[in-house]
Structure formats: structure tokens, C-alpha cells
């Protein structure tokens, strides 16, 4: 994962569905989702999730726990998506 953020550190994190945790990089269209271990230590890079937006910010919606909103940097947009 460190690899994939091409030495810089995560731009965005977020406990989604499931209590498992999201975190973006800086410039690739993916989320990257985290298992913590309950008794403390390394968490664990388990699965990548393609997205429309390119890194930095995201959120999600309280109401609705498949629904992300994202930033696209390069075009200053809100990028609303369903997470199945």
C-alpha cells in the first residue's frame, strides 16, 4: 500500500460500512480498505475499491451507507457514488 501512494502518506480516511475503514491516496481513483486487528498492531490492506474521483477528500453519507461523495481535484467537482 505504501507503494501506492508513491511516498506520500494517505490523503483521506473514513469508518465506512461494516466499521471497515477507507483511506485515499493523492492521485490514483481508488479507495483502499483497511481491517484493524482488535487487539491493537498493523492494520491490514485487504481489497481495492475503483472509484470516479482521483484521491484527496471523501465522506459518507449518515443516511445512507452506500452512498460516497468524493472530490475530483482536477475538476473541482462532487462526485456522488453508490459502494455496493
Known sequence: LIERFKGYSASGGAFGPGGILFV??????????????PG???ARWFFTL???????????EL????????????????IVSEVK
Open 40 to 42: 491493537g498492531g498493523e
Open 63 to 78: 443516511s445512507d451507507a452506500a452512498r460516497l461523495y468524493a472530490i475530483d481535484r482536477a475538476t473541482r467537482e462532487v
Open 24 to 37: 485515499s491516496g493523492h492521485d490514483a481513483k481508488e479507495l483502499y480498505l483497511l481491517e484493524l486487528p
Open 50 to 60: 475503483p472509484i470516479s474521483a482521483a484521491g484527496q477528500a471523501f465522506a459518507w
